[in-house]
């Protein structure tokens, strides 16, 4: 475990505020959820994401899709890249998930999702936003009329919506 070296005092009714630079480096956001375990005598608070408990059902999903070689279908959890090595997104993928909206570039350009994912093409970012939480996203980049691509989206959205609510 790596010790900080920070100290805060808890206040009358037991919150302790972390501090923007651990906040901004661990990506947690104000109405983040977090899962409290003890360990011993250490309280342990991870970031918690409904998706996570769905990701190998997702994962089997998504590959069930046929996407061409000219269309690539990505799906994030709390900036992971669940179908590519658990990379993390870029900072500025991250900002667009974060304001909730659907994003499209229907300009064949290269996207640099990751460090080690960089492709060509048009892309859709959606973000899947249920029941006002933001839990992920589907990052589509293709070749291919938008409409067409969009109503994929629209598609990979409800099935993924139906598999979190519904279970």
Do not use: H, Q, W
């Not at 109405?31 to 059902?57: A, Q, V, Y």
């Not at 993390?88 to 499209?104: D, F």
């Not at 093409?121 to 996203?137: A, E, F, H, T, W």
């Amino acid at each position: 475990m790596k010790n900080t070296g920070i100290i805060r005092k808890i206040d009358d009714l037991g919150r302790i505020v972390l501090p923007k630079e651990l906040r901004n480096s661990l990506n947690i956001n104000s109405g983040d959820d977090f899962e409290i375990t003890i360990d011993n005598k250490k309280i342990i608070l991870e970031k918690f994401s409904k998706l996570d408990s769905f990701e190998d059902i997702i994962k089997k999903y998504i590959n069930c899709f046929y996407v061409s070689e000219n269309s690539k279908l990505f799906i994030t959890i709390n900036d992971r890249i669940i179908n590519y090595n658990d990379e993390k997104v870029t900072n500025i993928i991250s900002k667009l998930i974060k304001l909730r909206k659907i994003y499209m570039n229907n300009k064949t350009d290269k996207i640099i999702i990751s460090d080690n994912l960089n492709l060509n093409g048009k892309v859709i970012i959606y973000p899947i936003v249920i029941n006002s939480d933001l839990l992920g996203s589907i990052i589509y980049i293709f070749n291919e009329d938008i409409n067409n691509a969009m109503d994929k989206c629209k598609i990979f959205y409800n099935i993924f919506k139906n598999i979190i609510v519904n279970k």
